[in-house]
């Protein structure tokens, strides 16, 4: 009875949500934002964190009701809506030209690519991509209109031993489940701590880290730092691979016959595309993963499923439908602990997560308490974006293509100068442009060098409220640390951090054994 | 490949180091702290120590694993497009403020700020001439083209005001 109730309680809230996001204006600027993120996605220097970013500052004046009508849940709608536009439009340069425009798509790279050009279907290959994309997000967005109210009520009873906890475990997930080497994303995730104390200190007022520079006493601003890193750096990493390699260029027409036949080929895969919104979605709400990892592992799923492994590479459709369905899955899953627990799950949702904090609004549980219309609306705009999304991609792919042929020497100063106004517009400052350019040149070097980026830009926006957390649940228990284990749930999510922690250092010691073993029975072969 | 990652290493830790020495009051009561408290210090001392030893492990690490013999860069090409696209970011960057400072009550002034406008207008313009090799009309169209739009969309548009040039002072142009 009680769950009938809940769900009574979720589809009325539900219903309240589309009331908002279809409002004249909350459509509109999801049109834009959404064409934006298209674009965004299309562009090879020019990534949708990075999109998000740049464009933040314009949100302030939105949420500010610079246009008529708009307000905060406008402002989210918008930047949401880059994100869902990127989401999709990555994959149309991954297919066509064989350059990743986002990377989520460059695992599009392995059967998209060949299904265009060696196959010679183009048109099937991009209706697959976003036929299986829609699904996932589709899906995505029931479970989260399911699960977030169930969850932000639960977070509501979390005291600062329990917040910190969860903080902890975040940043676990990102040091025991990344793809790069744990050691230097705890180096990253101890920097982006570092960064985040700059300034004042929020519960004595005094100043640290910011050798006696008035400049840096409000802190190192997230928002200059993620377009450096995410904006600045890619543009420096593509230009590097300017000439090196050669462009495909393929037709771009997208027939009613391509729709058809894809979702024919979604009906033979429905399990596959299904099981891996599911696990994508699954894989998005652990902190700094993401669409990207949550592709691969799309892919490596189909792969490892499939009755037809020796087409993999070679076009086989399941190997576009299983990623993009996990992608767009994990994209929007990302949402739910930024919006419930005020965790980022990506470092896009990290920047969102930022938009909000600059609105004035409280990203966690409270939220869903004080501000049922902004998160409803963003709900309900996750299921129009989405939709908008699928029918600009399947009628405007000539058009996206198009953009592949601006050339280069106007597309990237041009990319230069709106992350500059971006990071100068936030708080008209100049110091912001240069952490921008430095930040870039830092961002590019690292991610050279293999540092994972994402435990910086996480850490670097959750550093505060964990250093809050973690002080006030210290003097709540008198200076004990063993006020973090005075709960059971603190207790059991500080141990599940340790765990996630000490992963890659099991996963290490068994491939050396392993490997030990294997060289003793090599050794006694050769006796 | 090793000396890049035990060089980008030493820098973290000259940083951990650096935060460390400023933290170093993280084991003296600091000012105004509620009993129980750490105090101001504690966190980004910890935070640099922890930066520092991951960075010592990755230093160490680079030392034992076997690296990769060639460099970072996939040839000297791809480290000249680099710099051809750092330099002129750099040189944009420093014109939207100018150069110049201030001894006692003079203000040198080596370069005037150029505003956003005018310094945009440059570095499209001159990118299209330097690395695009753009025809004359098409540089110029590019100089006038940008910024006019970018004014109409951010400054009249968005009603974001962004830094205006010498010449808007003195009544020039509008920017």
């Known amino acids: 009875m009680e769950l009938l109730n809940d769900i009574g309680v979720v589809f009325s809230s539900l219903a309240g949500g589309f009331a908002t996001a279809l409002h004249p204006i909350n459509m509109a600027m999801l049109f834009v934002a959404v064409v934006l993120g298209l674009i965004i996605g299309v562009l090879p220097g020019l990534g949708g964190t990075s999109g998000v970013a740049i464009l933040l500052p314009v949100t ?15 402002a989210i709608i918008f930047l949401a809506g880059i994100y869902w536009g990127a989401l999709f439009g990555g994959v149309i340069t991954s297919i066509l030209f064989n350059i990743p425009g986002e990377p989520w798509a460059v695992v599009l790279l392995f059967d998209g690519f060949p299904l265009a050009k060696r196959l010679g279907r183009p048109g099937l290959a991009l209706a697959s991509s976003f036929v299986s994309s829609f699904v996932g997000a589709f899906i995505a967005t029931v479970l989260f209109t399911f699960f977030a109210l169930p969850i932000a009520l639960r977070a509501l009873q979390f005291g600062p031993a329990e917040l910190f906890a969860v903080f902890v475990l975040s940043f676990a997930t990102l040091i025991g489940l990344g793809a790069e080497a744990p050691i230097k994303s705890v180096a990253m995730l101890a920097l982006g701590l570092l960064l985040a104390a700059v300034g004042f200190d929020t519960i004595t007022g005094e100043q640290r880290l910011n050798f006696g520079q008035i400049s840096l006493l409000s802190g190192i601003g997230f928002v200059p730092v993620t377009i450096g890193l995410f904006g600045i750096g890619e543009i420096l990493a593509s230009a590097e691979e300017q000439g090196i390699g050669y462009v495909e260029n393929l037709s771009a027409r997208l027939g009613l016959r391509d729709v058809v036949q894809a979702l024919g080929e979604l009906r033979k895969r429905l399990r596959l595309v299904l099981s891996n919104s599911i696990i994508g979605f699954l894989f998005g709400v652990l902190p700094g993963h993401g669409a990207t990892a949550a592709s691969f592992l799309g892919y490596g799923l189909a792969r490892q499923y499939s009755k037809n492994k020796e087409n993999f590479g070679k076009g086989e459709i399941s190997g576009i439908m299983g990623p993009q369905a996990a992608a767009d899955a994990a994209g929007v899953a990302s949402m739910v602990p930024m919006i419930t627990l005020g965790i980022p799950g990506s470092p896009t949702s990290a920047v969102i997560m930022a938009g909000l904090f600059i609105w004035g609004l409280q ?3 409270v939220l869903f308490l004080e501000h049922q219309d902004f998160v409803w609306g963003l709900i309900a705009s996750i299921y129009l974006g989405h939709l908008l999304t699928f029918i600009l991609c399947l009628l405007a792919v000539p058009l996206l293509a198009m953009i592949m042929r601006v ?15 971006g990071s100068y517009s936030l708080n008209n400052s100049m110091l912001d442009v240069f952490i921008t350019v430095l930040f870039g040149v830092i961002g590019y070097w690292l991610r050279k060098l293999k540092y994972p980026l994402a435990p910086l830009v996480v850490a670097l926006v959750l550093g505060d409220s964990t250093e809050r957390e973690l002080r006030k649940a210290l003097i709540s228990g008198g200076g004990s640390p063993l006020f973090f284990f005075s709960s059971w749930l603190s207790t059991a999510t500080l141990l599940l951090a340790l765990v996630l922690v000490l992963i890659p250092l099991v996963r290490t010691l068994l491939a050396r054994r392993h490997g030990a073993t294997v060289a003793a029975a090599a050794g006694h072969a050769a006796r | 490949m090793r000396p890049y990652q035990v060089g980008t290493a030493a820098a973290i830790i000259a940083i951990a180091a650096v935060a460390m020495f400023d933290s170093r009051a993280a084991f003296s009561p600091s000012i105004g702290t509620a009993p129980g408290d750490v105090g101001s210090r504690w966190y980004p001392f910890w935070a640099a120590a922890i930066m520092g030893v991951a960075a010592l492990v990755v230093a160490y690490r680079a030392f034992l694993t076997p690296q990769t013999s060639e460099g970072v860069f996939q040839g000297r090409e791809s480290i000249f497009a680099v710099l051809k696209l750092v330099l002129p970011m750099l040189a944009y960057a420093t014109l939207i403020g100018g150069i110049r400072w201030q001894s006692g009550e003079i203000t040198y002034t080596v370069i005037p700020p150029l505003g956003f406008y005018v310094a945009t207008a440059l570095y499209m313009g001159g990118f299209g001439w330097w690395i695009g090799r753009y025809k004359v009309w098409w ?16 400054e009249l548009g968005f009603r974001v005001s962004l830094p205006k040039s010498f010449l808007y002072d003195s009544g020039i142009l509008p920017f």
């Open chain 1, 60 to 74: 302030v004046f939105i949420a500010h009701g610079s246009l008529p009508g708009s307000d905060a849940t406008t």
């Open chain 1, 363 to 365: 990203p966690g549980p």
């Open chain 1, 407 to 421: 050339p280069y020497a106007i597309i990237t100063p041009f990319i230069v100068v709106i992350s500059i106004i």
């Open chain 2, 139 to 154: 540089v110029a169209l590019i100089t006038i083209a940008f910024p006019l739009v970018i004014y109409a969309a951010f």
